[in-house]
């Protein structure tokens, strides 16, 4: 086993939650190691973020109402207050001042911003840079984190599993290039990301298991609002590929439409394509079946040139864009996690989670459009600063790399390919309970195939299907326990027809 290291603060994860987490714990004075799996900045979610990040402007009271009504009314409250409270400041502090990221305006100074409105907005309070708002904060934030003196940078490392001791987490096992080694830590932040590898189509990056909720859900952490999968319902979908199109699209006006070449959402919501995701991804689900393709019509839209960076991939992949782009919905956000509170604390002692991860509350049962980002970016500032103050605790610990690193391709293959039809046929936008009841069966018994193979195995590989069999579980388990249908969590009657 490869030298055991100690640092004041282990971040895992590499998006905007994990490098603020990692520069507000540098700013408080501590040693920092961040450390990515992600071999390149697309590798993480962060990067693919088009829309870009909400702000409260002016309005905090209807930012937050905002959020409580996407989210069906079971959005935390006290969240909300903490999200649209630290907005502005966060988002000048980090993004415009340190990092100038360069928001596009709509003036002859630099913050006259051009803000956008997306679905389920009451105003325009979003910042952007094009559609590409993610690729511009991340690409400035891993530079800035790398840089830093007091943030030691590991691409291409992996967390294995928690070192836990007594109820408390004192670090985690790395792995890089097939060596493992142990990482302790004063405290450990998990900031992995999402849980887009679950399914056969998701916006996330490859690589999304939902690593930091089954390393602390094996640990014994809280987790909570499991059953709440976000669906983006404008996404082109082609040989497992996605495009996510923008919310900020429809935002300026473009419109849904039938293969038969009518506009249906006003028959669904009164708001129409800016109903909230879970409204618009079900119609989308149900137009396609009955009328076979829905696209989106971008014509009332300057689609060339306010969505350049669209445009051109759109013309990349062949889509003809003035025809109508192809969407469907696909996986994009799980708005459960770890439980965490307003300083990402977990429920075990020195281990803290932010982004995507964690379960902030602020989302309830549907996510708002373009708050991703600023949870990342508000509990990650929030959290990096709160873990700071305690100081590594070495312990002696069993190797892991003493087992057989290799795997065979197929058996992760074949039992992720098993896992995703699972997910997708029964776990996806609409289920019952008697389908949920099957997923469980299956998703109990790949689990522990998977488990019996781990013990005599440390590859990457191997301990991501783990994460995604875990996590698999508690979202199939916590849909089955929720028998009312709110948000993202929409329960059917097997074989319902389909509303004409």
């Not at 879970?278 to 009955?290: G, I, M, N, S, T």
């Not at 002692?349 to 989302?363: F, M, N, Q, S």
């Amino acid at each position: 086993m490869k030298e055991q290291e100690s640092t004041d603060v282990l971040v895992v994860g590499g998006g905007i939650a994990g490098c603020a987490a990692a520069l507000s714990g540098a700013r408080d004075g501590a040693d920092v190691t961040l450390a990515t799996k992600a071999r390149r900045p697309e590798d993480a979610s962060t990067w693919w973020a088009q829309g870009g990040i909400a702000i409260s402007r002016d309005d905090p009271e209807q930012f937050k109402q905002d959020i409580i009504d996407a989210s069906a009314g079971t959005a935390d409250p006290d969240a909300a207050d903490v999200l649209v409270e630290n907005a502005n400041d966060a988002v000048r502090d980090v993004l415009v001042e340190t990092l100038e990221v360069p928001f596009d305006t709509a003036g002859d100074t630099d913050e006259d911003f051009d803000f956008g409105r997306e679905a389920a907005h009451d105003e325009d309070r979003i910042l952007h840079v094009d559609a590409s708002t993610g690729t511009y904060v991340l690409e400035r934030f891993l530079a800035f984190v790398d840089d830093h003196p007091d943030i030691r940078v590991r691409d291409d490392t992996a967390a294995l599993d928690l070192i836990t001791h007594e109820g408390e987490v004192r670090g985690a096992y790395l792995e890089s290039d097939g060596e493992v080694w142990p990482v302790f830590a004063g405290a450990t932040v998990l900031a992995t990301g999402g849980i887009g590898d679950l399914y056969p189509a998701s916006t996330n990056p490859t690589g999304s298991t939902g690593d930091g909720i089954a390393m602390a859900a094996l640990a014994g952490a809280d987790v909570a609002d499991m059953e709440f999968v976000q669906f983006h319902p404008t996404v082109y979908v082609e040989d497992g590929e996605t495009l996510l199109i923008s919310e900020a699209v429809r935002g300026e006006g473009a419109i849904l439409r039938n293969d038969y070449g009518e506009r249906f959402m006003p028959a669904y919501d009164e708001a129409a394509e800016l109903a909230p995701r879970d409204v618009v991804a079900r119609a989308v689900k149900r137009e396609r079946q009955l009328s076979g393709e829905v696209y989106l019509d971008v014509s009332p839209v300057d689609f060339a040139d306010r969505f350049p960076d669209l445009r051109e991939q759109c013309e990349r992949r062949g889509i003809d864009w003035e025809s109508g782009i192809p969407v469907q919905p696909a996986q994009h956000f799980l708005c459960g996690g770890v439980t965490v509170d307003d300083r990402g604390r977990t429920s075990l002692d020195r281990l803290y989670a932010a982004g995507e991860c964690a379960h902030t509350g602020v989302h309830g049962a549907n996510r708002l459009a373009s708050t991703s980002l600023l949870e990342g970016l508000v509990w990650g500032l929030r959290t990096g600063q709160a873990a700071v103050g305690r100081d590594p605790a070495p312990m002696d610990v069993p190797a892991l790399d003493d087992r057989d690193p290799s795997l065979p391709d197929s058996f992760a293959r074949e039992k992720f390919t098993r896992l995703r039809r699972v997910m997708n046929e029964y776990v996806g936008i609409e289920r019952n309970p008697a389908e949920l009841d099957r997923a469980l069966g299956v998703l109990r018994r790949l689990k522990g195939e998977v488990d019996s193979y781990a013990r005599t195995r440390t590859s990457r590989s191997l301990y991501e299907l783990r994460n995604a069999s875990v996590v698999a579980l508690l979202v199939a388990r916590a849909a089955a326990e929720n028998d009312e249908s709110v948000g993202t969590h929409n329960l059917i009657e097997p074989d319902a027809p389909l509303a004409e």
